[in-house]
């Protein structure tokens, strides 16, 4: 079995037939990944006589036709929580932290019988672009183990993209998962806000994170999302609309789609490369019938400094309950109450995420609310109406996921500024709640370069169809890294 | 500078964060760079304009009234750092050294 030359499709396929067992396609998976994983270092837990036991009786009863989900292993990443199964957002915070529930995610791939065979690396508490701030592990892009992984969703797109497993689950506060698919040469899905449960979410930024598939293929990617979507009445954000078979519509026919190329995505901080893969991907657009128009998101170069304060204030509040009490580390040798506060949160915190927690507490200030976090959420309201203003005439809108290919590890750990001008083109889809997916649409240099789509709320099947559409024409998704000096 | 190193110190301490010296240079010049960063927002005219900070139009979700069972208390208790006789153990809110 070899992840690089199956789908979930054939998967089911051989699995339906008998020509592989669950239980030998999840020892088989974990002997890969623990061979792989030396190379690329994207786990950091597995769940192996759990995954294994699962697929045991999973051929017992027998592979359900009807589920192509049936008996797949799926990597999660480890801000996700797994009842008994460590769980650390990738901070020192939970290096000991067992959850005693599982995420509304985990129970809905549980009932589609996925096989969860472990927790991937990540960011600490999802902050960052690189994977570089966990606390436990330097996790490598597949592509070339010199550079990032991208992140915060790192250990996710990796995994997948190195062959792995076929699917993980990530989540996407301001790109966290379209960044590292695009960096891996690999296809990933933020739904729309909503659309998701994050209950069971170790929480960054309340308003902005969404959990979403990282896969090799759109329609892979579809079908995943189809079994986590749905209401949830355990996080009141999520939506009561109803969930579409999101592999319906992929039949290649995109004749008459309207989309927008925003010509704020093509500035100067875009990389050479990339802008000349993004316009090969229009032609390719336009060759299959869609129309492909310039327009403007005038309030884009704002997303960046409105994401940094909005999110920061978000997680200045979500990460006062890591106090050292109930759960989570606790400081040793310390004198007093508020001793076990301070101490515990200044031990337990990597540097990022401090940074944000005092650019938070900062922003939410007497002295600085209405300069800095009322302002930034009336800037939000402008970057939503420019998207509101394009979809009135347009079904999609196109653009790169990120300015450049993956940078080199080390590179621009220290330079904060840098770093989160990466996020330029994800973030406004975050602040606005919309779907955006990235997937493969060409190479630099022998690195992969990701194009994202981006659907009006609730309209991932569009998103979807012209995704699918497009990789059928190309065959960047085909290609594959060498890792170790083999396939 | 937009942020002088005695704020930070401050902001740190609201956030019950402790600063070293040599960490709090590096933290006030990148958060200096930062909130200069942020500033390019004085640019945009938000007169009139109303604040978002949700995207879902989900409005007062209700739910009924129901008594469940809640989690079992063990289970609770189980990544508890310190216990002792089924409570969570914390150090004293004063100074142990100044205990009577």
Known sequence: MDYFKNDLTSLHESLVNKELSAEELTKETFANIKKRDQQIEAFLALNEENALAQAKELDQNGIDRANVLAGIPIAIKDNIVTKGLRTTAASKMLENFDPIYDATVMEKLAAAQMINVGKVNMDEFAMGGSTESSAFKLTKNAWDQTKVPGGSSGGSAAAVASGEVLVALGSDTGGSIRQPAAYNGIVGVKPTYGRVSRYGLIAFASSLDQIGPLTRTVKDNAYVLNAISGHDSRDFTSSSKEVPDFTKGLDGDIKGMRIAVPKEYFDEGVDADVKAAIKDAIKTFESLGATVDEVSLPHSKYGVPVYYIIASSEASSNLQRFDGIRYGFRAQDVKNLEDVYVRSRTEGFGDEVKRRIMLGTFSLSAGTYDAFFKKAAQVRTLICQDFANVFKDYDLILGPTAPTTAYGIGEEIDDPITMYMNDILTIPVNLAGLPGMSLPAGFSNGLPIGMQLIAPQFREDTMYKAGYAFEQATDFHKQVPTIGGQN | ?100
């Open chain 2, 1 to 100: 500078m937009a942020i002088s190193a005695n704020e930070v110190k401050h902001v740190a301490s609201l956030a019950k964060l402790d600063v070293s010296d040599a960490e709090l240079e590096k933290f006030t010049g990148q958060m200096d760079q930062i909130i200069n960063m942020v500033q390019q927002l004085n640019e945009v005219d938000t007169t009139d304009v109303p604040v978002t900070t949700t995207v879902t139009d989900a409005f007062d979700v209700m739910r009924e009234d129901i008594a469940v069972k809640g989690t079992d208390r063990e289970l609770l208790m189980e990544n508890v750092p310190e216990r002792k006789d089924g409570f969570i153990k914390v150090p004293a809110i004063i100074d142990e050294s100044e205990e009577g």
